[in-house]
Each structure stands twice: as C-alpha cells, then as structure tokens.
Nanobody, 116 residues
Framework: QVQLVESGGGLVQPGGSLRLSCAAS????????MAWYRQAPGKEREWVAT???????DSADSVKGRFAISRDEGSHTVYLHMHSLKVEDTAIYYC??????????WGQGTRVTVSS
C-alpha cells in the first residue's frame, strides 16, 4: 500500500509564499512521476505541476514563473514552492502519484487560502 500525506497549506496574503510538501510512503522503490493538482471551490480539479522520473518539470501556464516543483530523492517527498500568490490560487492542493505498478494514489489534500 502507498500513502501520500500533504502539508504546508494555510492562509497567506496576496503576494505571499508557501511551500507545500507531499510525503509518499509504503511499497516504493526508485523514482516516480509525481504531480500536484488543485481544486478551487466550485471548480473541477486541475493540474498544476509535474516532475518526471528524470527530474524534468512542467507546470500549468497559470502558475508558470510563480510555482516550482521539486523533490527530495531520498524520501519520496515532493514540494510545491509557491510565490507571488494570487487570490485565484485559493484551492485545495492534492498530490498525485500516478503510476505505482499500475495504480494511482492521491493524497488527502491541503488547503491554501490567499486573502487579505
């Protein structure tokens, strides 16, 4: 079994920064593709950023230049560094491990609220 636990969410003012963490544990070996998604109130879940097994990274246009994804190789932990936060970044942020022996795993989410 694989578990993902996100942390780091909270309330921040516009223009502020947060770092989200996602720690994966369980039957894992090697380096996996990991991703962040978010779901704003009343909206569908949307992709935010991905880091591939060879550490290639990509992010959605809406966060490009403001958010960065990184990983800690030794602990199966992935981070989302968020800067210049906007009100529209308010959402629950979810971590995804899309393919572990054919199975996908989601975390429980961490809430980010951007408000003055």
């Amino acid at each position: 079994q694989v578990q993902l636990v996100e942390s780091g969410g909270g309330l921040v003012q516009p223009g502020g920064s947060l770092r989200l963490s996602c720690a994966a544990s369980g039957a894992l070996s090697g380096t996996y593709v990991m991703a962040w998604y978010r779901q704003a109130p009343g909206k569908e879940r949307e992709w935010v950023a991905t880091i591939n097994g060879d550490n290639r990274r990509d992010s959605a246009d809406s966060v490009k230049g403001r958010f960065a994804i990184s990983r800690d190789e030794g602990s199966h932990t992935v981070y989302l560094h968020m800067h210049s936060l906007k009100v529209e970044d308010t959402a629950i942020y979810y971590c995804l491990l899309p393919n572990v022996r054919g199975n996908a795993y989601w975390g429980q989410g961490t809430r980010v609220t951007v408000s003055s």
